[in-house]
């Protein structure tokens, strides 16, 4: 038998073909030097012998990320592509996968005509197919899109029996009605029987459940035996918890679980997470936790139905982390033929049956490098050994449904051709082509307005010459190619956009015409199809001029297009007349007068006798309007007042304040409009009063209102947008609020905001508009208008004012609303309302008030709501618990029972005894009592100087994440 020297070290690096030469630097340091250190050269140690070095090297080497890795050559498997955080769901996916009797039935669930975006089913299957057919890892981001999720839920971990429960439960929910319906059920379905069982009368309370998992205490366990044992063990119902047996009374019981029935598919999820009181948070238990390969749980049965209750190890799901996040890979062995896979996001491995077990039973007092103290394992699946054959069912391709196999091998097609278009994205470019039909109806100015066009766009390649586009267009349209004429949009340095020719560059690539942008715009002039023999009119760029003529209506204020025309150099201004009266069918006797569109905001008038050659500037694409000059216009007299009046306008979106989701609507306004302008179109549109409507700008970095508009604003709407920094030409929002009072009432008055708290001891926000020189009670009237009191209550309100949750102040209605002065700084100072209880009403002259609070722990720790309380003097603790328990109408009598009662005095507490009695003297101060009866001394004085009454209890905490706090539970929003 050989010795060994336990000398060992590890070495954790990535290897490849180009990376091949990574090693140690050292083995071992030799304290004393080869000569002297007596264990390397002893023989009988088996390091040196004969003067050779004897190594024994073990390597180990996991399966690579972020390099190539062919997971299916190598397991015969494929893995599911990370998003970001979604290895959680991962492995979740590969565990259902592999259980294919599931697999089966999700094949077969019904998603013809489903939503493709929005179908959960649809989505499950794809990932299914693609696990089964696919070469390569397969993404999930159309299963997680079709849940509902936004991009940022793909970054944000979720618990993995939580993802599972939600995910078959909605699955369960699909197939039911279908041919698949109770395959979930069938499978992950068992039956644990609660019950509380009476030791000293017969007595029993039974109930029947159904489970899909089991939660397994693990800490302070050492095994899934232990867990079970445990899980089955009573608890027993004694002293103050003795149960309440009905006609028998308070008895001593034993409350406790029994199982009936374990489904084929059973998931155990060991309860790694759990609640530290001391830390205040969730924390994860790393604690060394043994599960068997082979697990018999026929001694937790209830009543043995002969079935063998053997279970084999099909999957372990392992959490590499802390409770703020981590890591999950699922180690399954798909066949329980005793091979194992580890299934890593993308990157399937085969595994060894210490890799997938042992080293995941969690810490040890023998920790290795490969096995990290924070790894181990979080779910296990076992699989009945009696039902291998039935849940672990053969599948082949052919078994997948054909439409499925159909449709997502069309998806695949269709997927590939846009990843190819994508690709050759960079030889196409797009082509925008208009017919004159948009010009038609456009008031504005140019000929058309390209976001409401809707043009037909053509992908033309870059190298293609205008010949080759003008017969694709007249293909397309329905013409010869001699039947229709391209002109190209071009911007001019006036900021317009206007036709201009390409006659004489046919030849040209369509790259060149565009001058390297893209998207290229065209005017397609095509042939009347009316007298298609008559053809195009003739054109020479060198001789002629392409005008396109309006008529502006002054009787109706509406502009309309007419028609284009060619003139000559020779050719007089006024020929357009004819034109117009042709097109319109006015007589040649009405006087009519010409105007040059130039750019927004300037028109000029022509002089119709004049000849186009004596123009100073005339090019191809000029837009001339027409108009009548015997009427006078209902809004405009001339095409130059219509225009300038145009370009004033403005589309403003209103949205109500109050409402966070509200689209509201959007109104065309004129920039030179006033505030009360503007006030009184927005009234008409919402069906109220001008003066009845508030109006407030929107935060410049979040889509909220913001500061309110003065009414008496002396500038125009313009004005206003370029005071609040909107100058672009981006959307202009504002915001307004509907008021019961009028505008200029409310502006001469201040804003309070307060809480009101009802009697279920429920918030709610106010916002109350008051005159300064109002008393409290005055102010308490207008919240009367806001709240609903109770039928049974007092009817009387009082104001107080609260900071850290306790009471400060408490006002009299006599007190000035203007005198309220916050004690503390006003962001942690609260102002409360609350209705008087009847019982304070009518205060005797040995009753007063007091200020209760809620703290844990310390006194500086106080949560919840305070309250006031009345006392009497000479009042006992006891009666004084006994009427305060039955204010908390929502606490049991027994949590009550719980509650510690202290004096606290100048930050010293002292905790009440029985046979404690109140007085005024320990809570009220000499020098009040001088000068106020001891029932009014609780008003107008700094209560947080006072003596005050706390209640000690604990403070529950919330249910928390395992994870952060801005984790949100796994929801489906889609079917």
């Known amino acids: 038998m050989e010795a060994v020297l336990g000398i060992s070290t590890y070495l954790i690096d990535q290897y490849n073909e180009k990376v091949s030469d990574l090693g140690l630097g050292q083995f071992f340091v030799v304290d004393k030097g080869w000569d002297d250190d007596e264990d390397i050269k002893d023989p009988a140690k088996g390091f040196i012998k004969d003067n050779k070095i004897n190594l024994k090297i073990e390597v180990a080497a996991d399966a690579p990320h972020g390099v190539h890795w062919d997971s299916k050559k190598y397991t015969g498997y494929v893995g599911l592509k990370n998003q970001g955080a979604t290895c959680y769901m991962n492995s979740v996916l590969q565990t259902l996968y592999f259980t294919s009797q599931l697999r089966k039935a999700v094949y077969k669930m019904p998603t013809d005509g489903d939503d493709v975006n929005k179908s959960v089913a649809l989505a499950l299957q794809r990932v299914f197919y693609e696990l089964q057919t696919s070469d390569c890892a397969v993404a999930t981001k159309k299963l997680t899109k079709s849940f509902g999720w936004e991009a940022l839920d793909s970054f944000m971990q979720h618990d993995v029996q939580e993802f599972c429960r939600v995910l078959l439960d909605h699955m369960e929910n699909k197939m039911k009605g279908t041919c698949v319906e109770g395959t979930i059920p069938k499978l992950l379905e068992g039956k644990v029987c609660s019950y509380i069982s009476c030791m000293n009368v017969d007595y029993e309370s039974k109930r029947s459940e159904s489970f899909f998992d089991i939660q397994l205490n693990i800490k302070g366990k050492r095994s899934v035996i232990e867990s079970f044992k445990d899980y089955i063990t009573p608890e027993i119902l004694e002293g103050d918890n003795k149960y309440d047996a009905g006609t028998y009374g308070l008895q001593d019981a034993k409350k406790g679980t029994k199982f009936q029935k374990f ?243 046919r030849d040209k690539t369509i790259w060149e015409v565009a001058e390297k942008e893209t998207p290229l715009k065209i005017f397609v002039e095509t042939l009347d199809q009316s007298n298609p023999a008559k053809g195009l009119m003739p054109y020479k760029k060198d001789e002629h001029n392409i005008i396109f003529l309006k008529y502006f209506d002054v009787m109706t204020d509406t502009m309309y297009y007419l028609t284009h025309a060619f003139l000559s150099a020779d050719s007089c201004i006024g020929d357009v007349f004819q034109y117009a009266r042709d097109k319109i069918g006015l007589a040649a006797e009405i006087p009519l007068a010409l105007y040059e569109e130039v750019h927004a905001g300037r028109t000029d008038e022509l002089t119709p006798t004049k000849l186009l050659g004596e123009m100073e500037e005339v090019f191809d694409g000029d837009i001339w309007v027409v108009q009548r000059t015997d009427h006078t216009g209902k809004f405009h007299n001339t095409v130059d007042d219509y225009f300038r009046d145009l370009n004033n306008r403005i589309s403003v979106q209103f949205c109500d304040k109050n409402n966070p989701g509200d689209p509201g609507f959007h109104v065309v306004l004129n920039q030179k409009m006033t505030y009360n302008e503007v006030a009184e179109v927005v009234a008409n549109c919402i069906d109220t009063e001008p003066n009845l409507i508030q109006f407030f700008k929107p935060q410049s970095h979040r889509d909220i209102a913001g500061y309110a508009i003065k009414s008496h604003f002396e500038g125009t709407l313009k004005d206003l947008f370029i005071s609040y920094g909107q100058r672009n030409k981006s959307p202009k929002k504002l915001f307004y609020l509907r008021l019961h009072i009028a505008i200029t009432e409310l502006e001469s008055k201040d804003h309070f905001r307060c809480t009101w708290l009802n009697k279920h001891r429920e918030e ?115 009666s004084v618990r006994t009427r305060m328990m039955e204010r908390f109408k929502d606490i049991s009598e027994k949590e009550f029972e719980k509650y510690k009662f202290s004096l606290i005095t100048h930050g010293r507490m002292t905790p009440l005894n029985d046979d404690f009695t109140f007085n005024s003297s320990d809570f009220i101060t000499n020098v009040d009592k001088d000068t106020k009866a001891i029932n009014e001394a609780h008003l107008d004085v700094f209560l947080h100087s006072r003596p005050w009454l706390g209640l000690e209890h604990a403070l529950k905490p919330p249910k928390r994440s395992r994870y952060t706090y801005v984790e949100k539970p796994v929801k489906i929003h889609n079917q």
Not at 322 to 344: M, Q
Not at 480 to 494: C, D, H, K, T, Y
Not at 844 to 871: E, M, R, S, W, Y
């Open 263 to 505: 489904p084929p598919v059973l998931y155990l999820q060991l309860m790694r997470f759990q609640y530290d009181p001391l830390m205040d948070m969730n924390v994860k238990i790393n604690d060394r936790y043994e599960f068997p390969e082979s697990l018999d749980l026929s001694e937790f049965i209830e009543e043995p139905t002969g079935e063998s209750e053997k279970f084999s190890l099909y999957a372990v799901l392992v959490h590499s982390g802390d409770n703020h996040g981590g890591h999950y890979v699922a180690y399954i062995s798909p066949e329980l033929n005793g091979k194992w896979f580890k299934f890593d996001d993308d990157v399937v491995s085969k595994s060894t049956r210490t890799e997938a077990i042992e080293n995941n039973f969690g810490g040890s007092e023998e920790e290795s490098v490969n096995v990290r103290h924070c790894t181990n394992a979080y779910m296990l699946v076992y699989i009945k050994e009696a039902q291998k054959e039935n849940v672990l069912v053969n599948i082949i391709d052919d078994d997948i449904p054909l439409n499925l196999t159909s449709f997502f091998e069309e998806e695949k097609r269709e997927e590939a051709l846009r990843r190819k278009e994508k690709q050759e994205a960079h030889l196409y470019m797009a082509v925008e082509a208009v017919t004159d039909d948009p010009f038609h109806g456009y008031q504005g100015n140019d000929l058309l307005n390209w976001a409401t066009a809707r043009p037909s766009i053509y992908r033309v390649k870059k190298e293609s010459s205008v010949r080759d586009l003008e017969e694709l267009i007249a293909t397309n349209m329905g013409y010869p190619v001699e039947g229709i004429r391209l002109w190209v949009f071009q911007s001019r340095a006036n900021s317009t956009i206007r036709p201009a020719p390409i006659e004489n560059e």
């Open 764 to 878: 709610t926000v106010l916002s109350l508009y008051v005159a300064k020189n109002v008393t409290i009670a005055e102010l308490l009237d207008e919240a009367k208008k806001q709240i609903e009191l109770s039928p049974d209550g007092s009817g009387r309100l009082r104001l107080l004012e609260v900071y850290s949750y306790r009471i400060h102040r408490v006002f009299s209605n006599t007190v000035s609303y203007h005198n309220i002065q916050p004690s503390m700084a006003q962001q942690t100072t609260c102002y409360r309302v609350e209705e008087i209880p009847l019982e304070e009403t009518q205060l005797g002259p040995k009753d007063f008030l007091i200020p209760v609070a809620h703290f844990h722990q310390t006194i500086f720790q106080c949560f919840n709501h305070p309250f006031l309380f009345k006392v009497t003097e000479e009042e006992s603790l006891q």
